[in-house]
Nanobody, 128 residues
């Protein structure tokens, strides 16, 4: 079992910045944090959960088009934590942000169905 805990959400004005953190604990026997693909998703009421950013086992990153150039995902495997640095925030970035992880290679890492473990979410509100 892997447990994920997000922190760092809050309210910010448009153009501002926030950094989300996701601390992971527990793991399948014999595995390390470098075995896992980590991702951030977000969701607003009435809409499907959307993949925002992923970082795979090799450190490769991928982003949804709407956040490219504004968001950056990073991971510190030594402390089992993944971050999402969000800059130049826009009102449409508002939502609940979830951290997710799954072991092994993922065919479509920006799709929520690929992930096994989820955090409880952190609210981000961007006011205009």
């Amino acid at each position: 079992q892997v447990h994920l805990a997000e922190s760092g959400g809050g309210t910010v004005q448009a153009g501002g910045s926030l950094r989300l953190s996701c601390a992971a604990s527990g793991s399948a026997s014999g595995s390390t944090s470098s075995d896992y693909c980590m991702a951030w998703f977000r969701q607003v009421p009435g809409k499907e959960r959307e993949g925002v950013a992923i970082i795979d086992q090799g450190g490769n990153q991928n982003y949804v088009d709407s956040v490219k150039g504004r968001f950056a995902i990073s991971a510190d495997n030594a402390i089992h934590t993944v971050y999402l640095e969000m800059t130049n925030l826009k009102p449409e970035d508002t939502g609940v942000y979830y951290c997710a992880t799954s072991r092994g290679f993922l065919d479509s890492p920006l799709l929520p169905g690929e992930y096994t473990y989820w955090g409880h979410g952190a609210e981000v509100t961007v006011s205009s």
